[in-house]
């Protein structure tokens, strides 16, 4: 089937510092990715749609200019967690739609970010 | 605004047990719902969705899920539970069938004693 892979899996930095989480569809092409974060022992909440070629679409409540998404081809989508802080602490999975066959859409294993 | 419910927070079942998830929504339109299953280092995978039609979908693994309108449920059902099945599920509702900007519930975690 499908995978969408994320690296890194698993990435621990100095608050104040940047990171950069790329989510990749490994076997079709995706011109459509979302970005999801998910807090310990709660559900996965929307943070963005991300559209190759385009402007991502924020969800409410969620700041474009901390989370940087760019999606610069067809198969690669990235978020950067701008001058981190410990609360930006938190498992991101991104997630790719496949149209053909339906339309499903596949998630990447996530990334564990640690904001010291 | 649509909304999940995810009631259990944590089951624990013997293996070879029934086992029975349940997820209530909250959708103003036609809902598009769905079942997702994590396991720790894997991605969610789509246990079973549905869109319309019969209300007892089939999906992978042996899961079942049923759509009672009525009850604005969609709880997930497999009649024999193997050790492999403990994970985290999660039931999601869409507002289109590409499950796109999907709304997820809380999660339940499912233990497996042997």
């Known amino acids: 089937g499908a995978v969408v892979s994320q690296h890194p899996s698993r990435v621990i930095c100095k608050s104040g510092t940047s990171v950069k989480i790329e989510c990749r569809s490994l076997?079709?092409?995706?011109?459509?990715m979302f970005w999801y974060r998910q807090f310990p022992k709660q559900s996965l909440m929307l943070m963005a749609t991300?559209?190759?070629?385009?402007?991502?679409?924020?969800e409410q409540g969620v700041e474009k200019d901390k989370f940087l998404i760019n999606h610069a081809s067809l198969t690669l989508s990235t978020l950067t967690v701008t001058s981190a802080h410990p609360e930006d602490s938190s498992f991101y999975i991104c997630?790719?739609?496949?149209?053909?066959?339906?339309?499903?859409?596949?998630f990447g294993p996530g990334t564990r970010l640690l904001v010291l | 605004a649509q909304s999940v419910t995810q009631p259990d927070i944590h089951i624990t079942v013997s293996e070879g047990a029934s086992l029975e998830l349940r997820c209530n929504y909250s959708?103003?339109?036609?809902?598009?719902l769905f079942w997702y299953v994590q396991s720790p280092g894997q991605g969610l995978q789509l246990l079973l969705k549905?869109?319309?039609?019969?209300?007892l979908v089939q999906g992978i693994k042996g899961f079942e899920a049923e759509f009672k309108r009525s009850q604005s449920s969609f709880n997930l059902r497999k009649p024999s539970v193997h050790w492999s099945d403990a994970a985290e599920y999660f039931c999601?509702?869409?507002?289109?069938?590409?499950?796109?900007?999907?709304?997820f519930g809380t999660g339940t975690r499912l233990q497996v004693t042997l």
């Open positions: 997630s790719a739609i496949r149209y053909s066959g339906g339309g499903t859409q596949y």
């Open positions: 076997d079709f092409q995706a011109t459509t």
């Open positions: 991300s559209n190759e070629g385009s402007k991502a679409t924020y």
């Open positions: 959708y103003g339109a036609t809902p598009y």
């Open positions: 549905y869109f319309s039609g019969d209300t």
């Open positions: 999601a509702v869409g507002a289109d069938g590409t499950a796109s900007k999907l709304t």
